[in-house]
Protein backbone atom coordinates (compact mmCIF):
# COMPACT_ATOMS: atom_id res chain seq x y z
CA UNK A 1 0.00 0.00 0.00
CA UNK A 2 2.90 2.71 0.88
CA UNK A 3 4.33 2.11 -2.30
CA UNK A 4 0.98 2.77 -4.47
CA UNK A 5 0.79 6.00 -2.58
CA UNK A 6 4.68 6.80 -3.24
CA UNK A 7 4.21 5.57 -6.60
CA UNK A 8 0.63 8.09 -6.71
CA UNK A 9 2.24 10.75 -5.14
CA UNK A 10 5.44 11.18 -7.54
CA UNK A 11 2.76 10.75 -10.48
CA UNK A 12 1.14 13.74 -9.34
CA UNK A 13 3.83 16.05 -8.82
CA UNK A 14 5.39 15.29 -11.73
CA UNK A 15 2.66 15.72 -13.69
CA UNK A 16 0.93 18.73 -11.64
CA UNK A 17 3.29 21.50 -10.78
CA UNK A 18 0.08 23.77 -9.57
CA UNK A 19 -0.76 23.92 -5.98
CA UNK A 20 -3.22 21.60 -4.51
CA UNK A 21 -5.77 22.50 -2.30
CA UNK A 22 -7.40 19.94 0.41
CA UNK A 23 -10.71 21.24 1.30
CA UNK A 24 -13.01 20.82 2.78
CA UNK A 25 -17.29 21.72 2.32
CA UNK A 26 -18.39 25.43 2.90
CA UNK A 27 -19.47 26.70 5.75
CA UNK A 28 -16.99 23.82 7.65
CA UNK A 29 -17.36 21.72 10.71
CA UNK A 30 -14.29 20.51 12.88
CA UNK A 31 -14.34 17.30 11.21
CA UNK A 32 -13.95 18.63 7.60
CA UNK A 33 -11.22 21.27 8.56
CA UNK A 34 -9.64 18.94 10.96
CA UNK A 35 -9.31 16.13 7.92
CA UNK A 36 -8.36 18.98 5.40
CA UNK A 37 -5.29 19.82 7.65
CA UNK A 38 -4.17 16.24 8.41
CA UNK A 39 -4.58 14.59 4.56
CA UNK A 40 -2.60 17.88 3.39
CA UNK A 41 -0.34 17.14 5.82
CA UNK A 42 -0.06 13.21 4.63
CA UNK A 43 -0.07 14.46 1.16
CA UNK A 44 3.21 16.47 1.83
CA UNK A 45 4.93 13.53 3.56
CA UNK A 46 4.68 11.38 0.45
CA UNK A 47 5.92 13.75 -1.74
CA UNK A 48 3.02 16.02 -3.11
CA UNK A 49 5.12 19.41 -1.68
CA UNK A 50 2.30 21.67 -3.47
CA UNK A 51 -0.21 20.50 -1.08
CA UNK A 52 -1.99 23.42 1.14
CA UNK A 53 -4.97 22.57 3.37
CA UNK A 54 -7.43 24.84 2.93
CA UNK A 55 -11.02 26.13 4.62
CA UNK A 56 -13.81 27.80 2.81
CA UNK A 57 -15.83 29.25 5.44
CA UNK A 58 -15.39 31.02 9.01
CA UNK A 59 -14.36 28.62 11.57
CA UNK A 60 -16.58 27.96 14.41
CA UNK A 61 -15.50 28.32 18.01
CA UNK A 62 -15.34 24.39 18.49
CA UNK A 63 -12.67 24.40 14.90
CA UNK A 64 -10.82 27.28 16.59
CA UNK A 65 -10.72 25.82 19.65
CA UNK A 66 -9.31 22.73 18.74
CA UNK A 67 -6.43 24.33 16.37
CA UNK A 68 -5.43 26.85 19.07
CA UNK A 69 -5.39 23.89 21.92
CA UNK A 70 -2.98 21.64 19.83
CA UNK A 71 -0.65 24.42 17.70
CA UNK A 72 -1.73 23.63 14.20
CA UNK A 73 -1.80 26.38 11.65
CA UNK A 74 -5.41 26.86 10.58
CA UNK A 75 -5.89 26.29 6.78
CA UNK A 76 -5.50 29.13 5.01
CA UNK A 77 -9.23 30.66 4.04
CA UNK A 78 -10.56 30.53 0.39
CA UNK A 79 -13.71 32.42 -0.06
CA UNK A 80 -14.16 31.23 -3.46
CA UNK A 81 -12.41 29.58 -6.66
CA UNK A 82 -14.43 31.38 -9.32
CA UNK A 83 -11.69 32.03 -12.05
CA UNK A 84 -9.31 35.01 -11.39
CA UNK A 85 -6.44 35.65 -13.13
CA UNK A 86 -3.69 34.06 -10.52
CA UNK A 87 -5.51 30.76 -10.69
CA UNK A 88 -4.20 30.75 -14.50
CA UNK A 89 -0.86 32.75 -14.50
CA UNK A 90 2.40 31.01 -15.87
CA UNK A 91 5.66 31.59 -14.30
CA UNK A 92 6.05 35.10 -12.75
CA UNK A 93 7.49 37.30 -15.43
CA UNK A 94 11.21 38.82 -16.00
CA UNK A 95 11.25 42.60 -15.40
CA UNK A 96 13.40 45.38 -16.18
CA UNK A 97 14.60 47.96 -14.17
CA UNK A 98 13.38 51.50 -14.84
CA UNK A 99 16.79 52.88 -15.36
CA UNK A 100 18.16 50.20 -17.17
CA UNK A 101 19.80 50.97 -20.57
CA UNK A 102 17.43 50.20 -23.43
CA UNK A 103 20.07 48.32 -25.44
CA UNK A 104 20.01 45.78 -22.26
CA UNK A 105 16.32 45.79 -21.58
CA UNK A 106 15.52 44.94 -25.42
CA UNK A 107 18.70 41.97 -25.19
CA UNK A 108 16.30 40.47 -21.65
CA UNK A 109 13.39 40.62 -23.93
CA UNK A 110 14.96 38.45 -27.18
CA UNK A 111 16.98 36.11 -24.87
CA UNK A 112 13.27 35.91 -22.63
CA UNK A 113 10.92 35.30 -25.16
CA UNK A 114 8.78 37.70 -23.28
CA UNK A 115 7.15 39.75 -25.92
CA UNK A 116 6.37 42.32 -23.15
CA UNK A 117 8.68 43.29 -19.93
CA UNK A 118 7.19 45.14 -17.35
CA UNK A 119 9.03 47.73 -16.23
CA UNK A 120 9.46 48.64 -12.74
CA UNK A 121 10.71 51.14 -9.98
CA UNK A 122 13.82 50.48 -7.98
CA UNK A 123 11.13 49.03 -5.04
CA UNK A 124 10.18 46.92 -7.71
CA UNK A 125 6.43 48.31 -8.01
CA UNK A 126 5.04 48.50 -11.65
CA UNK A 127 5.70 51.67 -13.53
CA UNK A 128 4.95 51.10 -17.62
CA UNK A 129 5.68 48.48 -20.19
CA UNK A 130 7.92 48.01 -22.88
CA UNK A 131 6.52 46.08 -25.85
CA UNK A 132 7.73 46.40 -29.51
CA UNK A 133 4.85 48.81 -30.01
CA UNK A 134 6.22 50.88 -27.58
CA UNK A 135 9.22 51.01 -28.45
CA UNK A 136 8.70 51.44 -32.35
CA UNK A 137 7.12 54.76 -31.57
CA UNK A 138 9.46 56.25 -29.01
CA UNK A 139 12.45 55.44 -30.88
CA UNK A 140 11.15 57.69 -33.99
CA UNK A 141 11.19 60.51 -31.85
CA UNK A 142 14.91 59.79 -31.15
CA UNK A 143 15.97 59.56 -34.73
CA UNK A 144 14.03 61.93 -36.34
CA UNK A 145 16.01 63.77 -38.53
CA UNK A 146 13.61 66.94 -38.59
CA UNK A 147 14.00 66.88 -35.13
CA UNK A 148 17.34 68.01 -32.34
CA UNK A 149 17.25 64.59 -30.35
CA UNK A 150 17.53 64.58 -26.30
CA UNK A 151 18.43 61.57 -25.45
CA UNK A 152 17.91 61.27 -21.32
CA UNK A 153 21.15 59.03 -20.21
CA UNK A 154 23.69 58.95 -17.95
CA UNK A 155 27.45 58.32 -18.46
CA UNK A 156 27.26 54.92 -16.41
CA UNK A 157 24.64 53.94 -19.25
CA UNK A 158 26.47 55.04 -22.05
CA UNK A 159 29.56 52.82 -20.93
CA UNK A 160 27.44 49.60 -20.07
CA UNK A 161 25.54 49.84 -23.62
CA UNK A 162 28.73 51.16 -25.60
CA UNK A 163 30.88 48.25 -23.77
CA UNK A 164 33.16 51.72 -23.82
CA UNK A 165 36.62 51.81 -22.40
CA UNK A 166 36.37 54.71 -19.33
CA UNK A 167 39.50 56.84 -19.52
CA UNK A 168 37.76 59.98 -17.30
CA UNK A 169 34.17 59.21 -15.19
CA UNK A 170 32.77 61.97 -13.70
CA UNK A 171 29.24 61.77 -11.56
CA UNK A 172 28.57 59.21 -13.37
CA UNK A 173 25.20 58.38 -12.08
CA UNK A 174 23.72 61.49 -12.65
CA UNK A 175 21.44 61.27 -15.24
CA UNK A 176 20.95 63.94 -17.97
CA UNK A 177 19.20 65.07 -21.36
CA UNK A 178 21.90 64.60 -23.64
CA UNK A 179 22.23 66.15 -27.09
CA UNK A 180 25.08 64.57 -29.51
CA UNK A 181 27.15 66.09 -32.01
CA UNK A 182 28.95 63.83 -34.22
CA UNK A 183 31.71 65.47 -35.29
CA UNK A 184 31.72 64.42 -38.87
CA UNK A 185 32.65 68.03 -40.40
CA UNK A 186 35.51 70.71 -40.65
CA UNK A 187 37.12 71.58 -37.44
CA UNK A 188 35.64 75.05 -37.85
CA UNK A 189 32.26 74.07 -39.02
CA UNK A 190 32.48 71.67 -35.93
CA UNK A 191 33.11 74.59 -33.18
CA UNK A 192 30.39 76.44 -34.77
CA UNK A 193 27.62 73.79 -33.94
CA UNK A 194 28.75 73.22 -30.68
CA UNK A 195 29.11 76.77 -29.51
CA UNK A 196 25.43 76.81 -30.26
CA UNK A 197 24.55 74.06 -28.05
CA UNK A 198 25.15 73.85 -24.15
CA UNK A 199 28.12 71.97 -23.64
CA UNK A 200 26.94 70.78 -20.11
CA UNK A 201 24.94 68.75 -21.99
CA UNK A 202 26.54 67.51 -25.03
CA UNK A 203 27.99 63.99 -25.73
CA UNK A 204 30.91 64.55 -28.94
CA UNK A 205 31.46 61.00 -30.76
CA UNK A 206 34.67 61.51 -33.08
CA UNK A 207 37.70 59.66 -34.36
CA UNK A 208 41.06 60.10 -33.84
CA UNK A 209 40.84 63.67 -34.47
CA UNK A 210 43.25 65.44 -32.00
CA UNK A 211 42.25 69.08 -32.54
CA UNK A 212 38.35 68.20 -32.06
CA UNK A 213 39.07 66.29 -29.20
CA UNK A 214 41.06 68.88 -27.63
CA UNK A 215 38.36 71.47 -28.52
CA UNK A 216 35.49 69.49 -26.99
CA UNK A 217 37.04 69.26 -23.44
CA UNK A 218 38.19 73.17 -23.45
CA UNK A 219 34.59 73.74 -24.31
CA UNK A 220 33.22 71.48 -21.64
CA UNK A 221 31.71 69.13 -23.17
CA UNK A 222 29.74 66.80 -20.69
CA UNK A 223 31.12 63.48 -22.89
CA UNK A 224 33.84 63.10 -25.46
CA UNK A 225 33.72 59.50 -26.70
CA UNK A 226 36.28 58.31 -29.01
CA UNK A 227 35.30 55.83 -31.79
CA UNK A 228 37.29 52.85 -33.00
CA UNK A 229 39.10 52.23 -29.88
CA UNK A 230 41.56 55.13 -30.40
CA UNK A 231 43.76 56.26 -27.76
CA UNK A 232 43.37 59.28 -26.02
CA UNK A 233 47.01 61.36 -25.79
CA UNK A 234 48.38 61.63 -22.09
CA UNK A 235 48.03 65.67 -22.57
CA UNK A 236 44.14 65.42 -23.42
CA UNK A 237 43.27 63.24 -20.78
CA UNK A 238 44.78 65.64 -18.15
CA UNK A 239 43.09 68.52 -19.89
CA UNK A 240 39.70 66.76 -19.50
CA UNK A 241 40.33 65.36 -15.95
CA UNK A 242 40.94 69.12 -14.85
CA UNK A 243 37.62 70.31 -17.41
CA UNK A 244 35.65 67.20 -15.55
CA UNK A 245 34.86 65.91 -18.97
CA UNK A 246 33.97 62.36 -18.82
CA UNK A 247 36.09 60.17 -21.68
CA UNK A 248 34.94 57.18 -22.90
CA UNK A 249 36.57 54.56 -25.45
CA UNK A 250 34.40 52.85 -28.35
CA UNK A 251 35.47 49.97 -29.83
CA UNK A 252 33.23 50.49 -32.44
CA UNK A 253 32.92 52.81 -35.22
CA UNK A 254 31.37 56.51 -35.07
CA UNK A 255 28.32 55.41 -37.11
CA UNK A 256 27.37 51.83 -34.62
CA UNK A 257 28.75 54.13 -31.79
CA UNK A 258 26.20 57.04 -32.50
CA UNK A 259 23.22 54.35 -32.52
CA UNK A 260 24.11 52.56 -29.26
CA UNK A 261 24.24 56.09 -27.71
CA UNK A 262 20.86 56.57 -28.48
CA UNK A 263 19.71 53.25 -27.18
CA UNK A 264 21.91 54.21 -23.90
CA UNK A 265 18.58 56.00 -22.57
CA UNK A 266 16.17 54.16 -19.51
CA UNK A 267 14.12 51.64 -20.62
CA UNK A 268 11.58 54.21 -18.50
CA UNK A 269 11.56 56.21 -21.78
CA UNK A 270 10.57 53.65 -24.27
CA UNK A 271 8.02 52.13 -21.81
CA UNK A 272 3.76 52.40 -22.17
CA UNK A 273 2.34 53.74 -19.12
CA UNK A 274 -1.07 53.88 -20.62
CA UNK A 275 -1.30 49.98 -20.24
CA UNK A 276 -3.01 49.56 -16.45
CA UNK A 277 -1.95 46.34 -14.20
CA UNK A 278 -4.67 44.27 -13.17
CA UNK A 279 -4.88 42.87 -9.56
CA UNK A 280 -4.02 38.97 -9.09
CA UNK A 281 -7.65 38.87 -7.89
CA UNK A 282 -9.29 39.88 -10.80
CA UNK A 283 -11.46 37.47 -13.12
CA UNK A 284 -11.06 36.46 -15.99
CA UNK A 285 -13.91 38.49 -17.97
CA UNK A 286 -11.93 41.80 -16.48
CA UNK A 287 -8.65 40.26 -18.08
CA UNK A 288 -9.90 39.21 -21.31
CA UNK A 289 -11.22 43.23 -21.83
CA UNK A 290 -7.86 44.49 -20.39
CA UNK A 291 -6.05 42.21 -22.80
CA UNK A 292 -8.41 42.94 -25.68
CA UNK A 293 -7.69 46.62 -25.22
CA UNK A 294 -3.89 46.65 -24.70
CA UNK A 295 -1.27 47.04 -27.81
CA UNK A 296 0.72 44.43 -26.33
CA UNK A 297 -1.76 41.62 -26.09
CA UNK A 298 -0.28 41.11 -22.59
CA UNK A 299 -1.39 42.98 -19.14
CA UNK A 300 1.02 43.30 -16.32
CA UNK A 301 -0.35 41.73 -13.22
CA UNK A 302 0.27 42.94 -9.45
CA UNK A 303 0.10 41.96 -5.84
CA UNK A 304 -1.39 43.83 -3.20
CA UNK A 305 1.71 45.80 -2.94
CA UNK A 306 1.59 46.95 -6.61
CA UNK A 307 4.84 44.52 -7.22
CA UNK A 308 4.66 42.79 -10.45
CA UNK A 309 3.53 38.76 -10.12
CA UNK A 310 2.58 37.70 -13.82
CA UNK A 311 2.23 38.70 -17.15
CA UNK A 312 -1.21 37.98 -18.46
CA UNK A 313 -1.44 36.83 -22.55
CA UNK A 314 -3.86 35.59 -24.40
CA UNK A 315 -2.13 32.63 -24.37
CA UNK A 316 -2.97 32.31 -20.40
CA UNK A 317 -6.91 32.58 -21.25
CA UNK A 318 -6.33 28.97 -22.79
CA UNK A 319 -4.05 27.48 -20.32
CA UNK A 320 -5.22 25.03 -17.45
CA UNK A 321 -5.46 26.27 -13.93
CA UNK A 322 -2.41 26.25 -11.76
CA UNK A 323 -4.95 24.65 -9.27
CA UNK A 324 -6.40 21.14 -8.30
CA UNK A 325 -8.43 20.61 -6.27
CA UNK A 326 -8.98 17.53 -3.32
CA UNK A 327 -12.37 16.93 -1.54
CA UNK A 328 -12.95 15.75 1.91
CA UNK A 329 -15.81 15.04 3.71
CA UNK A 330 -18.10 15.97 1.01
CA UNK A 331 -18.95 14.68 -2.33
CA UNK A 332 -21.71 17.14 -3.72
CA UNK A 333 -20.29 20.48 -5.61
CA UNK A 334 -23.33 22.05 -4.32
CA UNK A 335 -21.42 21.73 -1.10
CA UNK A 336 -18.04 22.30 -2.11
CA UNK A 337 -16.70 25.95 -2.55
CA UNK A 338 -17.93 28.24 -5.39
CA UNK A 339 -16.31 27.66 -8.70
CA UNK A 340 -15.02 23.91 -7.65
CA UNK A 341 -16.54 23.13 -11.04
CA UNK A 342 -13.82 25.12 -13.04
CA UNK A 343 -10.93 22.76 -11.29
CA UNK A 344 -9.85 19.28 -11.40
CA UNK A 345 -10.76 17.19 -8.77
CA UNK A 346 -8.27 14.52 -7.82
CA UNK A 347 -9.70 12.91 -5.06
CA UNK A 348 -12.42 12.84 -3.02
CA UNK A 349 -12.61 11.18 0.33
CA UNK A 350 -15.85 11.42 1.98
CA UNK A 351 -18.07 9.19 4.41
CA UNK A 352 -21.59 10.78 3.59
CA UNK A 353 -24.30 9.68 0.86
CA UNK A 354 -23.32 9.99 -2.54
CA UNK A 355 -24.40 13.03 -4.86
CA UNK A 356 -24.40 13.80 -8.36
CA UNK A 357 -20.63 13.97 -8.88
CA UNK A 358 -18.98 13.32 -12.12
CA UNK A 359 -15.47 14.27 -13.37
CA UNK A 360 -13.80 13.96 -17.23
CA UNK A 361 -10.90 12.63 -15.55
CA UNK A 362 -10.61 8.83 -13.22
CA UNK A 363 -10.19 10.28 -9.97
CA UNK A 364 -9.13 8.60 -6.49
CA UNK A 365 -12.63 8.46 -4.61
CA UNK A 366 -12.51 6.85 -1.19
CA UNK A 367 -16.03 6.54 0.47
CA UNK A 368 -16.40 4.17 3.37
CA UNK A 369 -20.01 4.51 6.25
CA UNK A 370 -18.09 5.43 9.23
CA UNK A 371 -19.19 8.65 11.97
CA UNK A 372 -15.87 10.69 10.70
CA UNK A 373 -14.00 11.57 7.30
CA UNK A 374 -11.25 11.87 10.36
CA UNK A 375 -11.37 8.47 11.06
CA UNK A 376 -10.60 8.02 7.19
CA UNK A 377 -7.54 9.96 6.78
CA UNK A 378 -6.06 8.07 10.42
CA UNK A 379 -6.63 5.27 8.32
CA UNK A 380 -4.54 6.23 5.48
CA UNK A 381 -1.86 7.39 7.20
CA UNK A 382 -1.36 3.99 9.36
CA UNK A 383 -2.02 2.16 5.73
CA UNK A 384 1.00 4.39 4.16
CA UNK A 385 3.25 3.49 7.06
CA UNK A 386 3.50 7.34 8.05
CA UNK A 387 3.96 8.43 11.58
CA UNK A 388 1.55 10.42 12.69
CA UNK A 389 2.97 13.87 14.36
CA UNK A 390 1.54 14.56 17.92
CA UNK A 391 -0.45 17.45 17.27
CA UNK A 392 -2.34 16.17 14.13
CA UNK A 393 -3.34 12.87 15.95
CA UNK A 394 -4.29 15.45 18.44
CA UNK A 395 -7.10 16.78 16.22
CA UNK A 396 -7.70 14.28 14.12
CA UNK A 397 -9.20 12.63 17.33
CA UNK A 398 -10.90 15.55 17.99
CA UNK A 399 -12.46 15.20 14.64
CA UNK A 400 -13.68 12.43 15.25
CA UNK A 401 -15.16 12.75 18.77
CA UNK A 402 -16.84 16.25 17.55
CA UNK A 403 -18.44 14.29 13.99
CA UNK A 404 -19.85 11.37 16.41
CA UNK A 405 -20.62 13.34 19.34
CA UNK A 406 -18.16 11.43 21.87
CA UNK A 407 -18.80 8.47 19.90
CA UNK A 408 -22.64 8.32 21.37
CA UNK A 409 -23.56 9.28 17.49
CA UNK A 410 -26.00 6.91 15.35
CA UNK A 411 -22.95 7.23 12.78
CA UNK A 412 -20.10 5.85 15.27
CA UNK A 413 -18.88 2.69 14.09
CA UNK A 414 -16.18 0.32 15.25
CA UNK A 415 -13.96 1.53 12.82
CA UNK A 416 -14.24 5.51 14.48
CA UNK A 417 -14.24 3.51 17.89
CA UNK A 418 -11.12 1.79 16.87
CA UNK A 419 -9.19 5.26 14.98
CA UNK A 420 -10.55 7.67 18.55
CA UNK A 421 -8.47 4.44 20.86
CA UNK A 422 -5.23 4.53 18.45
CA UNK A 423 -5.38 8.16 18.28
CA UNK A 424 -5.72 9.01 22.31
CA UNK A 425 -2.19 6.89 22.46
CA UNK A 426 -0.67 8.66 20.16
CA UNK A 427 -1.62 11.96 21.39
CA UNK A 428 -1.69 10.89 24.96
CA UNK A 429 -5.01 11.94 25.59
CA UNK A 430 -7.98 11.00 27.38
CA UNK A 431 -11.30 10.35 24.98
CA UNK A 432 -13.68 11.55 27.66
CA UNK A 433 -12.01 14.81 29.07
CA UNK A 434 -10.53 15.76 25.84
CA UNK A 435 -14.82 15.10 24.12
CA UNK A 436 -16.29 17.09 27.18
CA UNK A 437 -13.87 19.85 26.36
CA UNK A 438 -14.75 20.08 22.37
CA UNK A 439 -18.06 19.88 23.47
CA UNK A 440 -18.51 22.57 25.86
CA UNK A 441 -16.13 24.70 23.20
CA UNK A 442 -19.25 24.41 21.10
CA UNK A 443 -21.81 25.48 23.46
CA UNK A 444 -20.50 28.93 22.98
CA UNK A 445 -21.98 28.90 19.92
CA UNK A 446 -25.35 30.60 21.38
CA UNK A 447 -24.32 33.86 22.14
CA UNK A 448 -23.50 34.71 18.33
CA UNK A 449 -25.46 36.31 16.08
CA UNK A 450 -28.69 33.95 14.40
CA UNK A 451 -27.40 35.00 11.24
CA UNK A 452 -24.07 33.35 12.07
CA UNK A 453 -25.90 30.52 13.89
CA UNK A 454 -27.92 29.59 10.96
CA UNK A 455 -24.83 29.24 8.20
CA UNK A 456 -22.50 27.42 11.09
CA UNK A 457 -22.43 24.17 9.08
CA UNK A 458 -24.91 24.72 6.52
CA UNK A 459 -25.47 22.26 3.31
CA UNK A 460 -27.24 22.20 0.70
CA UNK A 461 -29.26 18.92 -0.88
CA UNK A 462 -31.20 18.03 -3.34
CA UNK A 463 -34.27 15.69 -4.08
CA UNK A 464 -37.07 15.74 -6.98
CA UNK A 465 -35.08 18.33 -8.82
CA UNK A 466 -34.87 21.29 -6.04
CA UNK A 467 -32.94 22.03 -3.43
CA UNK A 468 -33.31 22.45 0.79
CA UNK A 469 -30.46 23.27 2.95
CA UNK A 470 -29.97 21.76 6.63
CA UNK A 471 -27.49 23.66 8.88
CA UNK A 472 -26.94 22.03 12.38
CA UNK A 473 -25.37 23.41 15.38
CA UNK A 474 -24.51 21.68 19.09
CA UNK A 475 -24.79 23.37 22.37
CA UNK A 476 -24.93 21.99 26.15
CA UNK A 477 -28.75 23.72 26.30
CA UNK A 478 -31.50 24.46 23.22
CA UNK A 479 -33.04 27.18 26.08
CA UNK A 480 -31.56 30.30 24.39
CA UNK A 481 -31.88 29.17 20.53
CA UNK A 482 -35.43 28.57 21.40
CA UNK A 483 -35.81 31.63 22.90
CA UNK A 484 -34.41 33.45 19.59
CA UNK A 485 -36.82 31.37 17.23
CA UNK A 486 -38.43 34.24 15.92
CA UNK A 487 -34.85 35.44 14.42
CA UNK A 488 -33.64 32.09 13.57
CA UNK A 489 -37.24 31.51 11.72
CA UNK A 490 -36.90 35.41 10.09
CA UNK A 491 -33.03 34.36 8.86
CA UNK A 492 -34.29 30.66 7.48
CA UNK A 493 -36.44 32.60 5.34
CA UNK A 494 -33.72 34.61 4.14
CA UNK A 495 -31.76 31.93 3.10
CA UNK A 496 -34.73 30.02 1.76
CA UNK A 497 -35.25 32.55 -0.99
CA UNK A 498 -31.93 33.91 -1.42
CA UNK A 499 -31.41 30.22 -3.03
CA UNK A 500 -34.34 29.42 -4.21
CA UNK A 501 -34.80 26.27 -1.90
CA UNK A 502 -37.77 24.42 -1.23
CA UNK A 503 -37.14 24.92 2.67
CA UNK A 504 -34.39 25.49 4.90
CA UNK A 505 -33.89 24.07 8.17
CA UNK A 506 -31.69 24.10 11.64
CA UNK A 507 -30.67 21.23 13.47
CA UNK A 508 -29.82 22.41 17.33
CA UNK A 509 -28.16 19.38 18.85
CA UNK A 510 -28.11 19.54 22.37
CA UNK A 511 -24.68 17.18 23.51
CA UNK A 512 -25.98 16.87 27.01
CA UNK A 513 -29.68 15.74 26.72
CA UNK A 514 -28.72 13.73 23.29
CA UNK A 515 -31.39 15.12 21.18
CA UNK A 516 -32.32 17.84 18.96
CA UNK A 517 -34.75 20.37 17.70
CA UNK A 518 -35.58 21.53 14.26
CA UNK A 519 -36.47 24.66 12.87
CA UNK A 520 -38.06 24.74 9.10
CA UNK A 521 -39.15 27.27 7.48
CA UNK A 522 -41.06 25.90 4.20
CA UNK A 523 -44.39 25.28 2.57
CA UNK A 524 -47.26 24.68 4.94
CA UNK A 525 -48.09 21.60 2.61
CA UNK A 526 -44.26 20.49 3.67
CA UNK A 527 -44.74 20.85 7.34
CA UNK A 528 -47.87 18.85 7.43
CA UNK A 529 -45.77 15.97 6.43
CA UNK A 530 -43.43 16.43 9.43
CA UNK A 531 -43.98 13.55 11.68
CA UNK A 532 -41.81 15.03 14.76
CA UNK A 533 -43.86 16.43 17.39
CA UNK A 534 -44.44 20.11 17.17
CA UNK A 535 -42.56 22.55 19.85
CA UNK A 536 -43.44 25.62 18.91
CA UNK A 537 -44.65 27.67 15.61
CA UNK A 538 -41.96 25.59 12.80
CA UNK A 539 -40.10 23.91 15.75
CA UNK A 540 -39.62 20.36 16.48
CA UNK A 541 -38.61 17.65 18.39
CA UNK A 542 -36.03 15.51 17.27
CA UNK A 543 -35.77 13.12 20.42
CA UNK A 544 -32.57 10.76 20.59
CA UNK A 545 -31.39 12.00 16.75
CA UNK A 546 -27.90 13.61 16.96
CA UNK A 547 -26.75 12.70 13.42
CA UNK A 548 -28.19 14.98 10.65
CA UNK A 549 -26.18 12.69 7.80
CA UNK A 550 -27.86 9.47 9.45
CA UNK A 551 -31.07 9.94 11.18
CA UNK A 552 -32.58 13.84 10.10
CA UNK A 553 -31.66 14.00 6.18
CA UNK A 554 -32.74 10.73 4.80
CA UNK A 555 -36.35 11.48 6.05
CA UNK A 556 -36.21 15.20 4.66
CA UNK A 557 -35.15 13.58 1.41
CA UNK A 558 -38.19 11.01 1.62
CA UNK A 559 -40.33 14.12 2.14
CA UNK A 560 -39.58 16.37 -0.05
CA UNK A 561 -40.06 13.55 -3.07
CA UNK A 562 -43.31 12.83 -1.64
CA UNK A 563 -44.82 16.16 -1.27
CA UNK A 564 -43.25 16.87 -4.48
CA UNK A 565 -43.89 14.05 -6.60
CA UNK A 566 -46.72 12.67 -4.99
Known sequence: MRQLYDRTARFLEDSLK????????????????????AYAH???????????????GKLNPQTEYVFERFGVAFPVFIPDLLPKVEYYMGDKPITVDSGMPLWEALAVMNQSGQKALPIVTPDGRYQSLLHYSSFAQNILKKINPHKKAIIPTSVNSLQ???KAQPVCLFKPNDAFKARILVAALETSSFKRHLSAEDPSTVIVIVGDRTDVQRHAIESGVRVLIISNGALLDRGLKELAESKGVSVLVSPYDTSSTSLLVIYSTPAETMGDDSIKPISRHESLKKAREAINSSASRAIPVIDDDQRIVGLFTEGDLMREPNISLILVDHNELAQAVDGAEHYRILEVIDHHRLGSFSTRYPITFINRVVGSTSTIIAGMYRDARIPIPKPIASILLAGILSDTLILQSATTTEADSDAAEYLSNVADLDIDVLGRDIMVSASQVSSKAVSEIVRLDMKEYRAADSSFTVSQVEVNNTGEIMERSEEVMAELGRIRAAGGHYFSALMVTDITALSSILFLDGDRELSE?????????????LKDVLSRKKQLVPVLIEMTEKALEG
Do not use: F, Q, W
Open 18 to 37: DTVYVLGHKNPDTDSVVSAA
Open 42 to 56: LKRELGMKSCVAARA
Open 160 to 162: ATI
Open 529 to 541: LLRYPRIGDRAYE
